[in-house]
């Protein structure tokens, strides 16, 4: 029987040999000087020998191989043999493949629409990659996602850590349909043990906007930022359609903004009609864009534009600061502004078919097929009467708007051209 003082005297030989300790477990010693625990055993009218490790600091203990002898026996006792499991698990091991490799065929091939798989490209490239790029896809455990996924939520963005978990487990599932054998982490982290959210149907009342817009002139932001926080209130655009404008798109002489069916959600073109006060915000936000072509360009990059969070960011500390002077505002998103905006335009009883073309909404209905008209002389005058009703509310005023387009603006039409 082996001593663990017998084996710190062992000495390589000209020819490798073997040293036995008990129920049946040698060490092998190679002529480099390697020491390895073996056991040979027969499996099915086979001899198999098996490798249980090197002895060493960095290997194993005398006491470790013994009880991993154990270990060995009662497998073959069950019916598996530990010198064929152990060339799987080293083939396993050589075949297996990385998560960056899997996610990245994910990415490319699985079906899904362009405006979402651009959304989730974006997240996966910024939030997941240089994570586990560099791990196999046996590597992430449930307890890794949960604990990457609270740190996004502590810096502020639940909603991308809701996506970053419904992504992980995109991707393993697409594994596991491709023959992986492998659990999926995601399966194990539920989304409401990441973040809850409200009910998405969210709309300001008028004392919440002049709340809104109280508070935006009091939390820590870039004056531009506020500026463009209410152009998103006054004129009904999408977060996105905004951060991604440019100058070129602007005609401050017709003053109309002509947003390109590319950067549409529906990819068809909108037209922006601007009220005064909407012209004099972008007046302001292009005497500080510079030479830049964005319309609300990065504060570190003027050939880019804002970032994707910051009024995401000034939203939360509205709401923070309400909540800090118990004032009567419900936490809010920069979506809501839309559906405020739509709320309270249809309440004030503008035609429906002016706010949906105002909020750049495409009716599916037959009806929809054949109503092409722009509204252009309507949207204007209830764009106008819009941002006068936001001006008074954030004055502490009421205000009665005018429905109605008067006759000196309204189209003619002649029958003799």
Not at 202 to 214: G, H, N, Q, V, Y
Not at 275 to 285: C, G, K, Y
């Amino acid at each position: 029987m082996l001593t663990d003082t017998a084996l710190k005297n062992l000495r390589p030989k000209a020819r490798a040999y073997k040293s036995t300790d008990r129920d049946g477990m040698y060490v092998y010693v190679s002529t480099g000087g390697a020491i390895s625990f073996r056991y040979d055993y027969r499996f099915n009218g086979r001899r198999e020998t098996v490798t249980l490790g090197r002895y060493g600091r960095a290997g194993l203990t005398l006491a470790q191989a013994r009880e991993r002898l154990i270990e060995v026996k009662k497998a073959i006792a069950d019916g598996v043999s530990p010198a064929v499991e152990k060339q799987r698990a080293k083939r396993r091991l050589k075949e297996a493949r990385d998560f960056a490799q899997v996610a990245q065929g994910w990415m490319d091939r699985a079906p899904m629409a362009d405006s979402t798989r651009d959304m989730r490209r974006a997240i996966f490239n910024r939030d997941i990659l240089p994570k586990w790029k560099n791990r196999l896809l046996s590597e992430i455990t449930p307890d890794d996602l949960r604990a990457h996924c609270k740190a996004i939520v502590d810096r502020g963005a639940p909603a991308t850590a809701i996506h970053v978990r419904d992504i992980v487990k995109q991707i393993y599932g697409w594994a596991i349909l491709h023959g992986e054998k492998i659990d999926n982490p995601a399966d194990d982290v539920g989304p409401a043990s990441i973040a809850t959210f409200r009910p998405r149907d969210r709309s300001l009342t008028p004392a919440e906007i002049r709340i809104m817009l109280m508070l935006l002139g009091e939390v820590a932001t870039l004056p531009t930022i506020r500026l463009g926080l209410k152009f998103i209130l006054l004129s009904m655009v999408r977060k996105s359609e905004l951060q991604d404008g440019v100058w070129t798109e602007v005609d401050f002489g017709n003053a109309v903004w002509s947003i390109p069916a590319a950067r549409m959600k529906r990819s068809r073109p909108h037209n922006v009609y601007l009220s005064t006060q909407m012209l004099d915000i972008l007046v302001a936000l292009k005497t500080c864009a510079g030479n830049s072509k964005y319309i609300l360009p990065s504060r570190y990059d003027a050939d880019a534009p804002m970032s994707r969070a910051t009024f995401n960011r000034v939203t939360s500390a509205i709401a923070e600061r309400a909540g800090k002077g118990e004032l009567p505002l419900e936490p809010f998103t920069v979506h809501d502004l839309r559906r405020t905006a739509s709320t309270l335009l249809h309440e004030m009883g503008f035609n429906s078919d002016w706010i949906e073309k105002g909020l750049a909404h495409e009716e599916r209905s037959s009806r929809g097929v054949y109503n092409k008209a722009e509204f252009e002389t309507q949207r204007r005058h209830m764009a106008q009467e819009w941002s006068n009703a936001v001006d008074a509310w954030e004055a502490g005023r009421a205000y009665t708007p005018v429905l109605t387009v008067s006759e000196v603006k309204a189209p003619r039409f002649d029958p003799k051209l």
